[in-house]
T-cell receptor
Framework: QKEVEQNSGPLSVPEGAIASLNCTYS??????FFWYRQYSGKSPELIMS????GDKEDGRFTAQLNKASQYVSLLIRDSQPSDSATYLC???????????FGQGTTLQVKP | EPEVTQTPSHQVTQMGQEVILRCVPI?????FYWYRQILGQKVEFLVS????????KSEIFDDQFSVERPDGSNFTLKIRSTKLEDSAMYFC?????????????FGSGTRLTVV
């Protein structure tokens, strides 16, 4: 069974701090990885994708991938209260674009 | 910005009834998906659809489920005989290019409540 694991949290950080969200996956052949943000009662919204080892930056967000350790992370710099949401790690499985999602980490950014 | 549109936003149905959940993907998208999320649980893959046929389906997607793209714009999910455990949020998603690289856009979802 292919799994994606995240700490459900909540992760609480003060406004302006760096939030660090982590994810591990079990399928060693996975090629691409995604972070989605989901506000309560809403649909997932794509934040970033990454498929090469190392860091990928987009504005305040940095995704990090380490395929050897089967580990993906998301850093959010200068966290804002509006960043408070559940962050879903998703791993591509196979050739059809199917995603396997983690449980999600709830982030709370306190003013 | 283009959106994936889902209707209805909330559907209540009696156990054993058929329901059809409707989605209008973004117009030039080629890859289509249905996912569901039971309250408090993970987002789960149901089915992928490309080139007018199912490309992959999960164990959840049994004979009670079907998908159709009847007119080149709508993409529907039918549940023939609903069960209580089908109560969930159902999300449609679509992608223009290779979803393995670009990911995809989710619709706003249909909350299905089976009573």
């Amino acid at each position: 069974q292919k799994e994606v694991e995240q700490n459900s949290g909540p992760l609480s950080v003060p406004e302006g701090a760096i939030a660090s969200l982590n994810c591990t996956y079990s399928d060693r052949v996975s090629q691409s990885f995604f972070w989605y943000r989901q506000y309560s009662g809403k649909s997932p919204e794509l934040i970033m994708s990454i498929y090469s080892n190392g860091d990928k930056e987009d504005g305040r967000f940095t995704a990090q991938l380490n395929k050897a350790s089967q580990y993906v992370s998301l850093l959010i710099r200068d966290s804002q209260p509006s960043d408070s949401a559940t962050y879903l790690c998703a791993v591509n499985s196979g050739n059809t674009g199917k995603l396997i999602f983690g449980q999600g980490t709830t982030l709370q950014v306190k003013p | 910005e283009p959106e994936v549109t889902q209707t209805p936003s909330h559907q209540v149905t009696q156990m054993g009834q058929e329901v059809i959940l409707r989605c209008v993907p973004i117009s030039n998208h080629l890859y289509f998906y249905w996912y569901r999320q039971i309250l408090g649980q993970k987002v789960e893959f149901l089915v992928s659809f490309y080139n007018n046929e199912i490309s992959e389906k999960s164990e959840i997607f049994d004979d009670q489920f079907s998908v159709e793209r009847p007119d080149g714009s709508n993409f529907t999910l039918k549940i023939r005989s609903t069960k209580l455990e089908d109560s969930a949020m159902y999300f449609c998603a679509s992608s223009q290019r290779d979803p393995k690289i670009d990911g995809y856009t989710f619709g706003s979802g249909t909350r299905l409540t089976v009573v």
